[in-house]
């Protein structure tokens, strides 16, 4: 029988302990001090909730991508109605610009000029001039009408085209992602079937399950959020620290010990007072307890220069409570939270050319952008 993990909420059993053995290893217990689960010591115990708890991410991962696909859609017919509306309205100007550009090409203007040399006195001549000058101004306005016109066809017919790959490419990911959640349910239902109580299995992926989607989701979003809001004030930290940086003319450098920052993190919000940032081996992790919940954040900064030049915070590996979250996952939380440092909001003429994190050390490498 083929097992997803349900979405709808079940009703938590808080003032009653849950007990059962799996693989010979205590499961998750409720109990009224304690309302997070335990993990289990399991290694396999582990391994099956984090595959389940990767079904319900990347389920709802899928449901992102088709709200992606149904925006896009709409987008491409929006698209279209404006570009054959564009053509409809650029025919008459074509053809109107096409007129003024064989009236010079064909010498039919040059009667003008020479109705300028047959003025018989200044005032004509003037009269000459005015009409002159009209008629050149209007052809202008036509072919600047038309020539603004074309570059706005020919803008919505590459976004088009642009939104027709992106489409592409988010029901490719889609058709994928549906594709992962089969292959974990089908590994989900044979370790169910392995184990010695199926049942009980069940229900401690349904009561974990529950505990991510009402406390865990929460607690880690509420740090992404911490962390986005303290980078922003980061540029103004580094201004009025001392010696954090350094130039020797032509190059600048920040240098953030770990300890500095985790000073600053503390004082922008008091979630980092059990939360800290550690540098080494090119690695950038942060990780933190709080009473029965922990949270490891483990990436990387690497330097960007699109949109914009940043120094951006890639997460590799997002662990809580000791379970791995999916790709999908990082991705969504790393695109809803903007934890990136830019270096034009230190200095505006500074662009970042490299990154390094080692020996408890931050480096951030400028150069003038010219």
Request: net charge negative; aromatic share 8%; glycine share 4%.
């Amino acid at each position: 029988m083929n097992v997803r993990v349900k979405k709808t909420l079940l009703p938590v059993m808080l003032c009653i302990t849950l007990l059962f053995c799996f693989i010979g290893t205590p499961a998750l217990v409720y109990s009224e001090q304690d309302v997070s689960p335990v993990m289990p010591d399991s290694d396999e115990a582990r391994k099956l909730l984090e595959d389940s708890l990767s079904i319900v991410e990347i389920d709802h991962e899928i449901e992102r991508i088709t709200k992606r696909i149904a925006e896009l859609q709409l987008l491409q017919s929006e698209l279209q109605i404006k570009i054959q509306d564009m053509g409809l309205r650029i025919e008459d100007r074509r053809d109107r610009a096409g007129a003024v550009l064989r009236s010079y090409y064909m010498g039919e203007r040059d009667h003008l000029f020479f109705m300028l040399l047959s003025a018989k006195d200044l005032a004509g001549l003037f009269r000459i001039m005015d009409f002159y000058d009209m008629i050149i101004q209007n052809d202008r306005d036509t072919l600047a009408v038309y020539k603004n016109q074309y570059r706005s066809l020919a803008s919505a017919q590459a976004e088009a085209a642009r939104n027709t790959t992106q489409l592409a490419e988010v029901k490719d990911s889609l058709v994928k992602q549906r594709e992962r959640v089969l292959a974990l349910e089908q590994r989900v239902d044979g370790a169910l079937t392995a184990s010695g109580n199926p049942d009980a299995m069940k229900k401690l992926i349904e009561e974990f399950t529950l505990y991510w989607e009402n406390v865990g989701l929460y607690e880690v979003k509420r740090h992404f959020q911490a962390l986005a809001n303290a980078m922003e004030n980061l540029p103004q930290f580094v201004q009025g620290s001392k010696n954090m940086l350094k130039t020797n003319g032509k190059e600048y450098t920040i240098d953030i010990h770990e300890d500095d920052l985790n000073a600053f993190l503390r004082s922008e919000d008091e979630i980092f007072n059990s939360f800290a940032f550690h540098f080494d081996d090119g690695k950038v992790i942060a990780s933190g307890e709080s009473g029965n919940l922990s949270l490891l954040i483990e990436g990387k900064y690497t330097v960007i220069n699109e949109p914009e030049n940043a120094i951006m915070f890639q997460v590799d590996k997002l662990v809580f409570n000791r379970l791995e979250l999916p790709d999908t996952t990082r991705k969504a939380l790393q695109d809803e939270f903007d934890m990136n440092f830019y270096p034009k909001q230190l200095v505006s003429f500074l662009k970042a050319t490299q990154v390094s994190s080692q020996d408890q050390r931050l480096v951030v490498k400028m150069e003038l952008d010219l």
